[in-house]
């Protein structure tokens, strides 16, 4: 990976992701950019503050930006800098990953001690326009390494243009064991399922270059299944790749699964499915 972006309003969820975020960074040797983008206030937009104020504005909003890439920076041993927008967050973003040609978007979710909400509005609209791996890291899960990484496989998305390449690095550079995990819906519950000739052919032949393992194993529900995949394993990591007809495809489109409860939460690295939409 050459560069990795951060989303960043300043919040504790950000914050936290950012940290995240240069840790990676500082492992895999990756630039890193501080991406902000906000809107102007009701009455600078109406035209109620003047130009002068405005500019004002603007220039606080970069000078506190740059001071978080200094610091960060310094803190890290990193090459960082900050962009700063002031219109629409994913519009800006996206339009900035393409120019950037990004490896790697990186942003922080809202939690609270009862229930790991897997996907914000924002966070939703971004996995759907950016064509890059998403990485979504929850705001009360600070970075501590990553020894583990939980690939839920799904065989109808398994494309070498869903960017395997972010995930195979990190877990060379981190020396991760990654495990390549499923769901069989029509197993019995917690019973191992073998797994096909077929598909250790394919999975093989794209992770070739990194060790891995397999475990397929029943359970009625996919979301519950994942959640226990990730316990079971320990995960450090959840990788996912979305589709249209499959769990990660039903929480985006809103469903009454949008929820997946976890006792350990785990960030979540979402690549692209080119043949999603």
Same mark, same amino acid.
């Given at each position: 990976?050459?560069?990795?972006?951060?989303?960043?309003?300043?919040?504790?969820? $950000?914050?936290?992701?950012?940290?995240?975020?240069?840790?990676?960074?500082?492992?895999?040797?990756?630039?890193?950019?501080?991406?902000?983008?906000?809107?102007?206030?009701?009455? $600078?937009?109406?035209?109620?503050?003047?130009?002068?104020?405005?500019?004002?504005?603007?220039?606080?909003?970069?000078?506190?930006?740059?001071?978080?890439?200094?610091?960060?920076?310094?803190?890290?041993?990193?090459?960082?800098?900050?962009?700063?927008?002031?219109?629409?967050?994913?519009?800006?973003?996206?339009?900035?990953?393409?120019? +950037?040609?990004?490896?790697?978007?990186?942003?922080?979710?809202?939690?609270?001690?009862?229930?790991?909400?897997?996907?914000?509005?924002?966070?939703?609209?971004?996995?759907? +326009?950016?064509?890059?791996?998403?990485?979504?890291?929850?705001?009360?899960?600070?970075?501590?390494?990553?020894?583990?990484?939980?690939?839920?496989?799904?065989?109808?998305?398994?494309?070498?243009?869903?960017?395997?390449?972010?995930?195979?690095?990190?877990?060379?550079?981190?020396?991760?064991?990654?495990?390549?995990?499923?769901?069989?819906?029509?197993?019995?519950?917690?019973?191992?399922?073998?797994?096909?000739?077929?598909?250790?052919?394919?999975?093989?032949?794209?992770?070739?270059?990194?060790?891995?393992?397999?475990?397929?194993?029943?359970?009625?529900?996919?979301?519950?299944?994942?959640? +226990?995949?990730?316990?079971?394993?320990?995960?450090?990591?959840?990788?996912?790749?979305?589709?249209?007809?499959?769990?990660?495809?039903?929480?985006?489109?809103?469903?009454?699964?949008?929820?997946?409860?976890?006792?350990? +939460?785990?960030?979540?690295?979402?690549?692209?499915?080119?043949?999603?939409?």
């Amino acid at each position: 990976m050459n560069t990795i972006i951060i989303a960043t309003d300043y919040s504790p969820a $950000a914050t936290n992701a950012l940290q995240y975020a240069a840790n990676v960074a500082s492992v895999v040797k990756a630039d890193l950019v501080l991406f902000n983008s906000y809107h102007l206030s009701p009455h $600078a937009a109406n035209g109620l503050v003047s130009p002068t104020a405005i500019e004002q504005m603007i220039e606080q909003n970069n000078s506190d930006l740059q001071k978080l890439a200094d610091e960060t920076a310094k803190k890290y041993g990193l090459k960082v800098s900050g962009v700063s927008k002031t219109s629409d967050t994913i519009g800006e973003l996206a339009q900035y990953v393409a120019d +950037r040609n990004a490896d790697l978007v990186v942003m922080g979710m809202e939690t609270n001690l009862i229930e790991y909400e897997l996907f914000g509005n924002t966070t939703t609209a971004a996995i759907k +326009r950016l064509n890059c791996p998403v990485l979504v890291v929850p705001s009360d899960v600070p970075f501590k390494g990553i020894g583990k990484i939980l690939y839920a496989y799904e065989h109808t998305c398994l494309d070498q243009d869903n960017h395997l390449n972010v995930m195979k690095e990190i877990a060379r550079k981190f020396a991760a064991e990654l495990q390549i995990f499923h769901v069989d819906t029509k197993a019995k519950e917690g019973v191992a399922v073998a797994v096909e000739e077929s598909v250790i052919d394919t999975v093989d032949g794209l992770l070739e270059d990194v060790d891995h393992t397999y475990s397929f194993v029943g359970y009625p529900k996919i979301g519950e299944g994942i959640a +226990r995949g990730v316990e079971a394993f320990e995960a450090d990591l959840l990788v996912m790749v979305p589709h249209k007809t499959g769990f990660l495809e039903s929480l985006l489109k809103g469903s009454n699964t949008r929820s997946m409860t976890l006792k350990t +939460r785990v960030p979540l690295l979402v690549l692209p499915n080119p043949n999603m939409n």
